[in-house]
T-cell receptor, first 115, second 116 residues
Framework: GAGVSQTPSNKVTEKGKYVELRCDPISGHTALYWYRQSLGQGPEFLIYFQGTGAADDSGLPNDRFFAVRPEGSVSTLKIQRTERGDSAVYLC?????????????FGPGTRLTVT | AQKVTQAQTEISVVEKEDVTLDCVYE???????LFWYKQPPSGELVFLIR??????QNEISGRYSWNFQKSTSSFNFTITASQVVDSAVYFCALSEAMVGTYKYIFGTGTRLKVLA
């Protein structure tokens, strides 16, 4: 079946602009996660959705970052007033179950470059 | 505080050699899960294995094996008879059983280069 998809695959934007990154999880997966991976580092957690609600947004670095999942499927990560430090690969993952032990399946990521 | 340490930044081996990737974790939770993921040059993270804190049995899957030792807080990964296709960055991750928190804590990864 189809895996997690993310669009766009690459996004170049100017400092100060607004961007939206989209994630389409595996069909039927209720849990959705966003992570950010900087060069040479492991992914860092940003936000977790269970259904439509953000159950844990403790990883969002500041109020310029916001994410939604209005219908419990597709999610959009929104970044306002982008800064050069926001440049990274943004990864989305989904998981089938409610239990914390269920493995997460990752998408290919969106590489964001802020110039 | 929760933490995952992968002290080996990069390892190079010659094809057919065995190689072990180390992972040490820190957690105050008694119930937790450990994972290994592979990130090939294409960039997509591929799930390899999940282990819960109550199951210390070692696991073998083909050329891959995992050794989980709670006494040393380690979850090491061994590739037997390595192949060039094993070249990738490998990540160890921790997930704690805290209510409402299902995030992964990743290590910084180990880049494995298998030379022909």
């Amino acid at each position: 079946g189809a895996g997690v998809s993310q669009t766009p695959s690459n996004k170049v934007t100017e400092k100060g602009k607004y961007v939206e990154l989209r994630c389409d999880p595996i069909s039927g997966h209720t849990a959705l996660y966003w992570y950010r991976q900087s060069l040479g580092q492991g992914p860092e957690f940003l936000i977790y959705f269970q259904g439509t609600g953000a159950a844990d947004d403790s990883g969002l670095p500041n109020d310029r970052f916001f994410a939604v999942r209005p219908e419990g499927s597709v999610s959009t990560l929104k970044i306002q007033r982008t800064e050069r430090g926001d440049s990274a690969v943004y990864l989305c993952a989904s998981s089938s179950g409610l239990a914390e032990g269920y493995e997460q399946y990752f998408g290919p990521g969106t590489r964001l470059t802020v110039t | 505080a929760q933490k995952v340490t992968q002290a080996q930044t990069e390892i190079s081996v010659v094809e057919k050699e065995d190689v072990t990737l180390d992972c040490v974790y820190e957690t105050r939770d008694t119930t937790y899960y450990l994972f290994w993921y592979k990130q090939p040059p294409s960039g997509e993270l591929v799930f390899l294995i999940r282990r819960n804190s109550f199951d210390e049995q070692n696991e073998i899957s083909g050329r891959y094996s995992w050794n989980f030792q709670k006494s040393t807080s380690s979850f090491n990964f061994t590739i037997t008879a390595s192949q060039v296709v094993d070249s990738a960055v490998y990540f160890c991750a921790l997930s704690e059983a805290m209510v409402g928190t299902y995030k992964y804590i990743f290590g910084t990864g180990t880049r494995l280069k298998v030379l022909a």
